[in-house]
Nanobody
Framework: QVQLVESGGGLVQPGGSLRLSCVAS????????MGWYRQAPGKQRELVAS???????NYADSVKGRFTISRDNAKNTVYLQMNSLEPKDTAAYYC?????????WGQGTQVTVSS
């Protein structure tokens, strides 16, 4: 049984910062990539950022220069540092793990950017 547990979401003012964490536990084959997706009300889930086991990163254009993804392979943990947050970043953020066999999802953590 694989579990992805996210933390770090919350309410923040525009221009503020948050750091999301996701810890993967359980039995799984080699992790190919971990990442973060988000889904705002009435919208489709979209990729925010991903990072491969080798450290290659990919970002949505809307977050480039503001968000940074990183991972600790030894701890099976991925982080998302979010700076200069804007109201349009408000969404539920989901951790994603792609192994050599399948894909896993966390339960989501809410990020709300509002004054």
């Amino acid at each position: 049984q694989v579990q992805l547990v996210e933390s770090g979401g919350g309410l923040v003012q525009p221009g503020g910062s948050l750091r999301l964490s996701c810890v993967a536990s359980g039995s799984f084959f080699r992790i190919n990539a971990m990442g973060w997706y988000r889904q705002a009300p009435g919208k489709q889930r979209e990729l925010v950022a991903s990072i491969t086991s080798g450290g290659s990163t990919n970002y949505a254009d809307s977050v480039k220069g503001r968000f940074t993804i990183s991972r600790d392979n030894a701890k099976n943990t991925v982080y998302l540092q979010m700076n200069s947050l804007e109201p349009k970043d408000t969404a539920a953020y989901y951790c994603n793990l792609k192994s050599s066999i399948t894909t896993y999802w966390g339960q989501g953590t809410q990020v709300t950017v509002s004054s």
